[in-house]
């Protein structure tokens, strides 16, 4: 039995389970770090004591950008988040410290490919992109079927993408980038650009297909960089219907047969990528 | 003894060894599949001649983009390059023919990445890009130690990255899709955007400072979709000794804090990168 914890920007996912099918979540706004990790902690300690000390290991994987060094003191650590009431916050230190098991820290994003992999759009695909359009943008990739961490790990919501002001004159929203990826196209971007919650325009809405022209152009680049078999696009954002056909139309123009089209399709386990990916996270803890 | 193969737009370099310290090169121009083969396989023959049947393998790390998936028919071609009279080319299929050895065969820039991490500036470094910017534009990078492949390989100069044309109207050089990174930053791209040589412009002409920006987004695009510890930036255009630091300023300057600065350098093998990797294609070749 493991404990798997989506830590978001708006919601903490938490769950007991061993996968997707026997996982029960339950949700913990995200609010000061002293707040949400005491809340997680509780949760975390109850499902301790349910289990009859058959609690095995706790995985988390976390908005970031994070810490995830083993030999580094700022191990666990949310490091520099735009989030400024989490920066620079252990995250799970706390938890390790309450519980004594063994914790696995990642991406949020890196725990759903993981999740994807295992039991989701991505069983048996050995090289792919997890990508999320959200309250962020964030990246996972796997190359020849492992995690790819980098020196630290990706940051995919930060590419620069080709911007005409002509067309589109909003700055972008990303406050140490302005027009990155994350600052053109995430939820808070449509939202300030159209004054509107993304929910709330309609799917016939000029937004959609700018939306769609720079996720297209996000899944080319990592395209280039990374030759994906299949792409998977999650997220809020992504709950548009409208969008994936849209990108991968535009996907195909941008790209203009010089290389061979990933799949780009939705996420098998939707909202719950990240969280059963935090199991995971826990089994390779535990196996460590 | 190995022979490697670094073959380019402009020229096929060919050596036999066993690594840098004992490679013997030879240059043969890039004309007509016919011609220049032909000329590669007189070389080989002439060295497993000399070598009294020492010549183990052959590694070949080609211009692309390439087919390198062993089980396709297509396995050893130049598929969907821009260079027409090398379009669907069958290169390594003649040469493991006319050998009887084994023959490796990937990318260039994998070739030259491999060479870097064996011999060169990325010993010991497990997360590296190694970028080339000449005639084209490649790269080849490497996680967890080993090089990523994906689907079929990174087409690295085929990324979109911002292009203000208010600053810079040249609408960029690739057949295929314009203002790519290709495009807009190769040598022949240079070329066009200011009628003159990349070699005959001045360190302070305008066109250096553009060049490093367009690189630097390059180097961040990459950066924030791998995470490396190091970016190895060679090729022809890079022996302009002026535009490493810009690169390095602007870099720095466009990731503004968010996340660890990789370290960027130049080759240690320089040009002879591609070739020497070739031989360690050649050895991996021997080794299946």
Partial sequence: MYAGIEAGGTKFICGVGTGPDD???????????????????????????????KLAAVGIGSFGPICTDPHSPAWGQITSTPKTAWR?????????????????????????ALAEARWGAARGVREFLYLTIGTGIGGGAMASGRVIHGMSHPEMGHIRIPHDVR?????????????????????????????????????????????????ALAVVNVACTLSPACVILGGGVMRQAQLLPLIREEVASLINGYIALPDIVPPKLGDRAGVCGALVLAEQAQAR
């Avoid at 029960?24 to 000390?53: M, N, Y």
């Avoid at 799970?92 to 949020?108: E, W």
């Avoid at 909003?170 to 449509?190: M, N, Q």
């Fill in 23 to 53: 996982l029960e979540t339950i949700q913990i706004p995200t609010s000061t770090p002293a707040v949400t990790i005491a809340a997680v902690i509780d949760f975390l300690r109850a499902a301790q004591d349910r289990s009859g000390g």
């Fill in 88 to 112: 620079n916050c252990d995250l799970a230190g706390p938890i390790r410290a309450a519980l004594d098991v063994p914790v696995g820290f990642d991406t949020d994003v890196n725990a759903a």
């Fill in 167 to 215: 067309v589109d004159p909003f700055t972008g929203c990303c406050p140490y980038h302005g027009d990155c990826l994350e600052g053109l196209a995430s939820g808070p971007a449509i939202q300030s650009r159209w004054n509107t919650a993304p929910e709330d325009l309609p799917p016939d809405h000029p937004a959609w297909a700018l939306e769609a022209h720079y996720l």
